[in-house]
């Protein structure tokens, strides 16, 4: 795992540990469907997507600040093969919330709200995720209400 200086997050992951850091910094992030893609003669999947800069928001938060976002870039190397669960690929303008990155070996799964996924599959993953932008305040913070069970 790597970290950055303040100029914003850079951060590499190659086993379960660091994949726990990635899904953190990831949770709630809004990304739009046409701005994921698999780059097969790579055997890369790439994405850029807007999460919260969660690394900062207690503090901020404490002081009666914004929450912040923050665009950045996501990629996985030695990808092999991707499945995709509940997402019609057609809708590149569709925005999907991510909940969170499950790693396990020789595969990762990005989790989003409605029961939608995508199972990046391969040998030796590497995962890099870097701030393309400087933060800004985004004005809301995401809520997860508890529903009473049934």
């Known amino acids: 795992m790597t970290v950055g200086d303040d100029s914003g997050l850079r951060l590499r992951a190659t086993d379960s540990e660091d994949f726990k850091v990635i899904a953190a910094c ?9 701005e994921m893609t698999y780059l097969s003669d790579e055997q890369c999947f ?5 999460r919260f800069v969660w690394e900062r928001s207690a ?8 929450l912040f ?7 996985f ?13 057609g809708r590149k303008d569709e925005i999907l919330e991510l909940l969170t990155v499950a790693f396990e070996s020789g595969a990762v799964t990005l989790v989003f709200s409605g029961s939608a996924a995508v199972k990046l599959e391969g040998e030796a993953i590497v995962c890099f995720l870097e ?3 400087a933060p800004r305040p985004c004005g809301f913070s ?3 209400p508890m529903r009473p069970v049934q």
């Not at 976002?69 to 990629?75: A, D, M, Y």
């Not at 190397?77 to 690929?89: A, E, F, L, M, R």
């Open 59 to 66: 503090a901020t938060q404490e002081k009666g600040g914004d």
């Open 26 to 34: 990831l949770q709630d992030s809004v990304v739009r469907l046409g």
């Open 77 to 89: 190397n030695g990808i092999t093969s991707v499945h995709v669960q509940g997402i019609d690929q």
């Open 142 to 144: 995401p809520r997860h």
């Open 46 to 50: 790439v994405a850029v997507l807007d």
């Open 69 to 75: 976002q923050v665009q950045s870039g996501l990629s």
């Open 131 to 133: 701030d393309l932008a």
